[in-house]
């Protein structure tokens, strides 16, 4: 970080997990749960969306009370300090902006906006959530672990009785304002990091195995580039043959200095 003053930061669900937010995989890079749900079975139909609104209205009574850790407040001190050129997360909590980062891009979308897929108006999530509540009152007692995105476990539940609102401006179908698996991040969100790595002297993955493309792609450009690549990371990442300095630390610790 002495050497570099133009770090192009890329963060993943690792550093979440000192804020109480499960990450998705494991030291072996493999899935801790079932894979997320897809943009071709949530769009599927009612079912399906009930499924994913009813785990969402409990889950997010959690997730609405994270707060950042040291990690994502340390990177936010180097932002202050002019050494980070971008800061690109796959993460969807808002957790960097709310440590007070500025220069971010939130690659997958985020979590606290609700979009319509038919018109496309966006509102906000809380508002969201007190729609789901009044709804569906008698789910208001469930509890379950949390999971990554900010939905719940619920195992062996009906949801064929949750109620799920449709958009007020059109009746359309109402979707998290984040990137699915199966649907593609923005554009616009691809050309701003691509800008940013080209100016880049030096890279710092957090967090992050890197197993899904949209994130690797990003080392992969920065590796043909010959810039230094730093992980820090516990476990094996699908870019160890390119990464320069790799920590298997808790993210936490290693950042710590830094806040």
Same mark, same amino acid.
């Given at each position: 970080?002495?050497? &570099?003053?133009?770090?192009?930061?890329?963060?993943?669900?690792?550093?979440?997990?000192?804020?109480?937010?499960?990450?998705?995989?494991?030291?072996?890079?493999? @899935?801790?749960?079932?894979?997320?749900?897809?943009?071709?079975?949530?769009?599927?139909?009612?079912?399906?969306?009930?499924?994913?609104? *009813?785990?969402?209205?409990?889950? @997010?009574? +959690?997730? /609405?009370?994270?707060?950042?850790?040291?990690? +994502?407040?340390?990177?936010?001190?180097?932002?202050?300090?002019?050494?980070?050129?971008?800061?690109?997360?796959?993460?969807?909590?808002?957790? &960097? !902006?709310?440590?007070?980062?500025?220069?971010?891009?939130?690659?997958?979308?985020?979590?606290?906006?609700?979009?319509?897929?038919?018109?496309?108006?966006?509102?906000?999530?809380?508002?969201?959530?007190?729609?789901?509540?009044?709804?569906?009152?008698?789910?208001?007692?469930?509890?379950?672990?949390? *999971?990554?995105?900010?939905? *719940?476990?619920? /195992?062996? $539940?009906?949801?064929?009785?949750?109620?799920?609102?449709?958009?007020?401006?059109?009746?359309? $179908?109402?979707?998290?304002?984040? $990137?699915?698996?199966?649907?593609?991040?923005?554009?616009?969100?691809?050309?701003?990091?691509?800008? &940013?790595?080209?100016?880049?002297?030096?890279?710092?993955?957090?967090?992050?195995?890197?197993? %899904?493309?949209?994130?690797?792609?990003?080392?992969?450009?920065?590796?043909?580039?010959?810039?230094?690549?730093?992980?820090?990371?516990?476990?094996?990442?699908?870019?160890?043959?390119?990464?320069?300095?790799?920590? !298997?630390?808790? %993210? !936490?610790? *290693?950042?710590?200095?830094?806040?």
């Amino acid at each position: 970080m002495d050497a &570099h003053p133009r770090v192009f930061v890329l963060t993943g669900a690792g550093i979440s997990t000192g804020s109480g937010i499960p990450d998705y995989r494991d030291d072996q890079g493999a @899935w801790k749960r079932s894979p997320p749900m897809t943009l071709q079975m949530f769009m599927s139909g009612e079912p399906a969306r009930a499924r994913y609104w *009813a785990r969402g209205m409990i889950g @997010w009574r +959690h997730f /609405d009370a994270v707060q950042p850790n040291i990690a +994502h407040r340390a990177l936010a001190q180097l932002e202050k300090q002019g050494r980070v050129a971008l800061l690109l997360t796959q993460n969807v909590d808002g957790l &960097h !902006e709310a440590a007070g980062s500025l220069n971010v891009v939130d690659l997958h979308g985020r979590i606290d906006r609700v979009r319509c897929m038919q018109c496309g108006d966006i509102t906000r999530r809380d508002a969201m959530q007190r729609r789901l509540e009044d709804a569906n009152p008698g789910w208001l007692s469930l509890n379950a672990r949390i *999971a990554p995105d900010g939905d *719940a476990d619920l /195992d062996g $539940v009906d949801f064929s009785t949750f109620a799920v609102p449709a958009c007020t401006v059109c009746g359309g $179908v109402l979707k998290p304002d984040v $990137v699915f698996f199966g649907e593609n991040v923005p554009r616009a969100r691809v050309d701003t990091a691509w800008a &940013h790595l080209e100016r880049a002297d030096a890279m710092l993955v957090v967090g992050s195995s890197l197993m %899904v493309y949209s994130g690797y792609r990003f080392v992969l450009e920065a590796s043909r580039k010959g810039l230094p690549i730093a992980s820090v990371n516990r476990g094996v990442t699908r870019a160890d043959p390119l990464i320069t300095l790799k920590v !298997e630390q808790g %993210v !936490e610790d *290693a950042l710590a200095p830094f806040a």
